[in-house]
């Protein structure tokens, strides 16, 4: 089974981007910095002033695993952790968010506890929930669903900017471990767990210790404390890079930051999988390479640092040490 099976095809979506990409840049002007394909979009309001950060994304059909299991309060911590992770990688901090919910028709209690999750996520990231807008639309929605997004904006001294550029040969890859699928690859998930698999939310299946609800529902970590106490230990500027593993996992996203003559070697002998992920690939007899194309593989955030400096020194992280840059001309090298 491949990701297009569930009908989700991401060389198509990229396909799409790279089509649009002169329309969007022709909207740009002198405050616009970087370039598409970057995790945030970055604008400089003033010379001397901390550039903005910006990201939008969703929490995809891991909705659709929240309705099966009626279970709401957790799929808004995940919306905001998400768009908190991708701002950090450039080295930014949040300031606040924004969110949309979409329904056919409101459910008793289903907002409240959505955000009650944005609220929770939000003062654990010290980030204000400015406001978002509530949308009913029957005929768009199938009673009982709903869909959200959400829109983040953070900022950083362009000194202390991240963007991959200090990346060298000999600097090592360190992994932070996820919390479980996190937002993506669910369409996917769905299909090989409970079309092929047949399994229902609310089973154990075997080899695993919680139900598949408990499993898929697991929140998006935000690995905010653990960076910021990093740059506290180690220095804002050991870090060299950042990478959120999202859609496209470690083919797609790893390549986003790599400076044209590097190589990023990933040792995936280095972790043990969760049992989510061998339980997906078991039951769609999903390929090993599509498997770290689609999912984090527990894996949520990768570091590149020197040689040298080991971010568990720093309080409250537990990093494992995953790989190396080398020379070359292929941006990323999976090891599976």
Not at 170 to 197: E, I, K, P, Q
Not at 279 to 305: P, Q, S, W
């Amino acid at each position: 089974m491949k990701y297009s099976d569930s009908g989700v095809n991401i060389d198509a979506a990229q396909k799409a981007l790279a089509g649009a990409k002169s329309a969007v840049k022709s909207t740009w002007n002198e405050s616009v910095l970087g370039d598409l394909g970057s995790f945030g979009g970055l604008y400089r309001t003033a010379p001397g002033q901390p550039l903005l950060v910006a990201s939008v994304d969703g929490v995809g059909t891991k909705v659709k695993i929240a309705v099966a299991a009626n279970r709401f309060n957790t799929v808004g911590q995940d919306l905001v952790n998400h768009c908190v992770n991708d701002i950090l990688v450039q080295g930014a901090l949040p300031l606040f968010f924004l969110d949309y919910f979409a329904t056919g028709q409101l459910q008793d209690g289903m907002l409240e506890e959505i955000l009650d999750g944005f609220s929770k996520a939000c003062r654990e990231n010290q980030c204000a929930l400015l406001g978002g807008e509530t949308a009913e639309m029957p005929g768009v929605y199938i009673e009982g669903e709903f869909d959200l997004a959400g829109c983040i904006v953070g900022q950083v001294e362009e000194e202390n900017l991240i963007d991959g550029s200090a990346i060298q040969a000999g600097d090592v890859v360190w992994g932070l471990a996820s919390s479980g699928l996190h937002t993506n690859g669910y369409s996917l998930a769905r299909s090989a767990l409970l079309d092929v698999g047949g399994y229902d939310v609310s089973d154990i299946a075997q080899g695993m210790e919680v139900s598949i609800a408990d499993a898929l529902l697991a929140v998006h970590r935000s690995y905010l404390t653990e960076v910021k106490s990093i740059w506290e230990t180690c220095g804002a500027k050991t870090i060299h890079g950042m990478v959120h593993i999202t859609g496209g996992g470690f083919y797609d996203n790893i390549p986003r930051i790599v400076p044209d003559g590097k190589t990023v070697f990933v040792d995936t002998n280095k972790w043990e999988v969760p049992p989510i992920f061998k339980l997906i690939a078991t039951c769609g007899e999903v390929e090993k390479a599509e498997m770290y194309r689609v999912f984090n593989m527990g894996i949520g955030m990768v570091l590149i640092m020197p040689e040298g400096v080991d971010p568990n020194s720093a309080a409250g992280v537990d990093a494992i040490r995953i790989g190396k840059v080398t020379d070359g001309d292929q941006k990323v090298i999976v090891d599976i």
